[in-house]
């Protein structure tokens, strides 16, 4: 059986997220055989919001074949001009038609061709799109002829709007992932009709953080309701967690998933 190994990572946070992808991402390809390696960008930025073309200089020059990304998307506008001359970074498919890039991509790796979807949830999301659901039954009608691997993040607050899109397109795709919520769940599986599964993947960031950023002025924004500016902790230790996926190449079905889960207490910022 021919297969592919494809890592995903969740969403790397700052200056901590890409710096512990970047001294571990070689030692991962190796213990794992990946082929191919996917991640969520869009926190990727060194204020934890957004993504630059410097970082997707910085993905490109490790290896990572495609960039996935979400609701911060287009918090730096610089980003805009790079979207639309490249497709080795997505935006949500289901953004209205007329924004910058493009949300379904595909590569090569051993020959085979690999696809890739973004996709965004609409429960608990302050954008108002169009369905996920929909988007991804029009998206698979144009890959009909292309290729049967295929894999989706799904951009999502709601487990439930995730599980529901994953358990729709079972059997249709090799993998489901979920972002967003930046942390890692234990629910990772096959489904019944071959496409592997997952809430969320993760992040890469501090490990003693909310979601990558300091925590006091978090709670003090959950306790008084007032705004508070975000900051990206960079206390270690730092955590990046992802899954491993391998698909056999034929079927473009899921044989197995696993999860991965990095600490470093040794990286000082």
Same mark, same amino acid.
């Given at each position: ?18 710096? +512990? ?21 869009? %926190? ?10 410097? %970082? ?10 495609? =960039? ?25 498919? %289901? ?11 595909? #590569? ?15 429960? #608990? ?22 290729? %049967? ?7 999502? $607050?709601?487990?439930? $709007? ?65 705004? +508070? ?14 899954? =491993? ?16 889960? =990095? ?7």
């Amino acid at each position: 059986m021919d297969q592919i190994r494809v890592l995903l990572l969740g969403d790397l946070v700052g200056v901590p997220g890409c710096t +512990i992808f970047q001294k571990h991402i070689d030692k991962l390809r190796e213990q794992y055989e990946i082929d191919a390696v996917i991640v969520n960008g869009e %926190n990727s930025a060194s204020d934890g919001m957004g993504i630059t073309t410097k %970082n997707m200089h910085f993905f490109k020059h490790n290896g990572v074949n495609v =960039v996935t990304s979400g609701n911060h998307i287009w918090n730096k506008r610089e980003i805009y001009s790079y979207l639309d001359e490249h497709d080795d970074l997505l935006r949500p498919a %289901n953004y209205p038609s007329g924004v910058p890039g493009v949300g379904m991509t595909i #590569f090569s790796c051993k020959g085979y061709e690999i696809a890739v979807i973004n996709l965004q949830g609409r429960v #608990f999301m302050r954008e108002h799109l169009e369905d996920p659901f929909r988007t991804a039954q029009t998206i698979l009608t144009l890959l009909k002829d292309k290729t %049967n691997i295929i894999f989706v993040d799904f951009h999502a $607050e709601a487990s439930a $709007e995730k599980i529901g899109l994953s358990y729709f397109l079972d059997g249709k795709v090799s993998c489901v992932v979920g972002t967003h919520t930046h942390v890692l769940t234990a629910d990772e599986r096959i489904l019944p009709q071959g496409t592997a599964y997952i809430t969320d993947i993760g992040m890469a960031g501090a490990l003693n953080s909310m979601l990558g950023m300091k925590k006091d002025p978090l709670i003090k924004r959950f306790m008084t309701q007032l705004p +508070i500016r975000f900051v990206v902790e960079t206390e270690g230790p730092f955590i990046m967690t992802g899954i =491993v996926v391998t698909v056999d190449t034929h079927t473009g079905k899921a044989t197995n998933i696993e999860t991965i889960r =990095v600490i470093d207490s040794d990286i000082v910022l």
